[in-house]
């Protein structure tokens, strides 16, 4: 992705969330300059990759495939007692149009919860035992703690306030319902470590290689190595 279309994402994506009345915390508005300025003190943010996430998953169209996300909180698998809390936090959006691909979580359980604008549907099948869809079995799932047993391939649709239970090797993937407008996604998981947990039913990348044409605005979860 070209670091300009990031940088206009993630401008469009702070004027949504204000609309939404959601508001950051310091870090989620610091310029590349502040950054240069944090210690040590700060390490949790870069350590468990707090901050802002734009992807569109190699795809190289971000409005058919992508996603933004802004990570509040989150545990770290590698360093539990540096980092005891067992949870992660975060807020997603999804555009009319835009898919976000087929994946399991090895490790992650987790509440998807939509919070305001259009309506959210979730494809849901189960993973066989070498990883590829189950057309067979069917999905036990909980939807705002109504228990369903749901056919392979079922589309369930989360209207603002509705919520889905997602568990570990359960395959998901995300569309806008058309007419609907885009979403605000708020996810409450255990631990998020986007490294080592997510299986993607095709072979894409999670973070995309980005094309420096020009400086940063925000920095992105995966920046902090290169730039912190």
Not at 48 to 53: A, E, F, R, S
Not at 211 to 220: I, S
Request: with cysteine; net charge negative.
């Amino acid at each position: 992705m070209k670091r300009s279309a990031i940088n206009h994402i993630l401008k469009d994506s702070e004027t949504f969330l204000k609309e939404h009345q959601v508001f950051l915390p310091p870090f989620g508005r610091w310029s590349p300059e502040q950054w240069q300025n944090v210690d040590e003190s700060y390490q949790e943010i870069t350590d468990n990759m707090l901050g802002w996430d734009v992807t569109d998953f190699g795809s190289g169209n971000f409005q058919e495939y992508g996603l933004v996300a802004f990570t509040f909180r989150n545990g770290n698998y590698k360093e539990p007692k540096k980092y005891p809390k067992p949870y992660c936090e975060k807020v997603l959006l999804l555009k009319e149009g835009q898919e976000l691909p087929y994946h399991f979580h090895r490790l992650k359980e987790e509440d998807t919860i939509n919070r305001g604008g259009g309506n959210l549907q979730i494809t849901v099948w189960n993973a066989t035992k070498d990883e590829e869809l189950d057309k067979e079995s069917q999905v036990h799932i909980v939807k705002d703690g109504h228990q369903l047993v749901l056919d392979p391939g079922t589309v369930v649709t989360l209207q603002p306030g509705e919520s889905l239970t997602t568990t570990t090797r359960i395959y998901h993937k995300w569309n806008v319902e058309p007419n609907s407008g885009d979403v605000m996604v708020w996810e409450v998981s255990s631990t998020n470590d986007d490294n080592i947990d997510n299986r993607f039913l095709k072979d894409i990348p999670r973070v995309p290689d980005i094309d420096e044409d020009e400086a940063p605005y925000r920095l992105l979860f995966g920046d902090y190595k290169k730039l912190v």
